[in-house]
């Protein structure tokens, strides 16, 4: 201690600041190379969990006596790098009820004892994780739920409710699915749970908005769409342009691209119908009857009465009645049409064409446009073909009629040249009369009067604003002015 004591006490100022630095420095090092040397190195087990999955994750690192950190707003789990390939497999193969579901792992230690309701019932719930985790396998989805709806159906009982699910999903942010992945969702749930048809399983998305379009959905329930689904509506537009592209293309290779003008409208039945028709066949065409397969013949005396459940064949006689009985057999004929929703029930077409056409050249337009677009006349399909001439006779007829109309109402002052050389400018608005044309100028006035009223009230509220010393002081000061003025004017003289 003496010595260093000597020692700092030959040091000047600059060296003993030098030697506290360094000495500063060198402990730093030493901390800093002892951190690195013993801190663990944690790496990334799991990411971008939902909080739930993050919760079932610590939780079974806990029971592993597995030290993790949590970073990332808690959706980061992150473990020592020795340690992460390991524990993953781990977790992995545990089974663990991610995404707040369970698949069919939840009957690996099923009761022996359990009912038969919840057998069904941890069927169903089990059935729906294992759905869930088919769909999260999509890049586009974030989370995903599964809902199936399964009727009851017992030994004694048997209901016609039909089975039906929804899943709801959450999209990554900007992400979407296109219409066939929508639908080979609704085919992976209708192909992995009995009684469900693919239009029965409704897709919506987190903003509650339905992906599916069908008309199942959106119509009564019986395969009977109202004609209000959006896949009805889809598939109206889809047809719709298909046959106007067809018709445009007939038209432009004819007159040229941008000379006509083509629409179509097509109208679906809605209507699923059943036709149930039963015919009777007989055994050739000269037996329409058929063929007999049983006969009996009873004779009776004239004195005993006939049967009651006979029919008699042949004419009583007087020595007795002789009763015959046939039975013929007769074929059937079942013919069941089903007409499914969504067949064509009529289509309609304008056309319009720029150029002016004669009329049989109109009627071969419509002969080509009818058999492009497939019309047909027996079904009250409509086609209707118009010229833009013809637009302007129509106008030039409405302005005539106008014409003539104005002719009849009483005389008006008579028009000037120039307005009668161009028939077809609008006329011009009536003129004003003279009070309209007075108006700004009488508000003008007001307003001016209005004005100088205000200046006047306003002048003597200034002057008597003035007390007794102020005016006095204004006096003296134009009594020092005008004196002043005089003395100046003297001396000038």
Do not use: C
């Not at 699923?272 to 037996?287: C, I, M, Q, R």
């Amino acid at each position: 201690m003496t010595l260093f004591s000597q020692v700092w006490q030959r040091l000047d100022r600059a060296a003993r600041f030098g030697f506290v630095l360094a000495l500063i420095v060198l402990v730093a090092a030493v901390a800093a190379l002892s951190v690195g040397i013993f801190k663990t190195d944690y790496q990334v087990l799991f990411g971008d969990l939902a909080p739930t999955d993050a919760a079932t994750m610590t939780a079974e690192l806990d029971r592993m006596k597995i030290p993790y950190k949590i970073e990332g707003n808690g959706n980061t789990i992150m473990v020592p790098a020795e340690q992460v390939y390991k524990t993953r497999l781990k977790l992995v193969g545990r089974d663990l009820p991610l995404h707040g579901t369970v698949g069919f792992e939840l009957f690996n230690n099923a009761d022996i004892g359990m009912t038969e309701f919840a057998q069904k019932v941890n069927y169903q719930r089990a059935l729906q994780g294992e759905l869930t985790r088919t769909i999260l396998s999509y890049e586009e989805i974030q989370s995903a739920r599964v809902h199936l709806a399964l009727p009851e159906q017992t030994l004694f009982k048997k209901t016609n409710a039909q089975a039906k699910a929804s899943v709801s999903l959450t999209l990554k942010p900007g992400k979407t699915l296109q219409p066939h992945e929508v639908q080979g969702i609704q085919r992976l749930v209708a192909a992995s749970v009995p009684d469900i048809q693919e239009s029965d399983v409704t897709v919506i998305d987190q903003h509650g908005v339905a992906l599916t379009h069908n008309s199942v959905a959106d119509g009564d329930g019986n395969g009977n769409g109202n004609g209000n689904g959006t896949g009805d509506l889809d598939g109206k537009e889809a047809l719709e342009h298909y046959l106007t592209r067809k018709v445009a293309d007939v038209l432009d290779r004819t007159f040229g691209a941008g000379q006509t003008i083509a629409s179509v409208d097509v109208a679906f039945n809605r209507k699923a119908v059943k036709t149930t028709t039963e015919h009777v066949l007989g055994a050739n065409d000269t037996a329409a009857t058929g063929i007999i397969v049983h006969e009996h013949q009873t004779s009776h005396d004239a004195g005993a009465a006939p049967a009651a459940d006979t029919i008699p064949v042949t004419p009583p006689h007087a020595a007795g009645n002789n009763v015959r009985e046939v039975d013929y057999q007769v074929g059937r004929r079942v013919e069941q049409v089903v007409s499914s929703p969504g067949a064509i029930e009529k289509i309609n077409v304008a056309v319009v064409v720029r150029q002016s056409l004669e009329v049989d050249q109109i009627d071969r337009i419509r002969d080509i446009v009818s058999a492009a677009a497939g019309i047909d006349k027996a079904r009250g399909d409509g086609i209707a073909v118009y010229t833009m001439a013809q637009f302007g006779a129509t106008q030039a007829a409405t302005r005539s009629t106008i014409v003539a109309g104005a002719a009849e109402t009483p005389a008006q002052p008579e028009a000037s040249p120039a307005s009668a050389a161009v028939p077809d400018k609008p006329q011009r608005a009536v003129p004003a009369t003279a009070p309209t044309r007075a108006l700004p100028y009488i508000v003008m006035a007001a307003v001016a009067a209005l004005l100088i009223i205000f200046l006047l009230l306003r002048a003597p509220r200034n002057a008597d604003s003035l007390g007794p010393e102020e005016r006095e002081a204004v006096l003296a000061r134009m009594r020092l002015w005008l004196d002043g003025k005089q003395v100046r004017h003297g001396e000038q003289a």
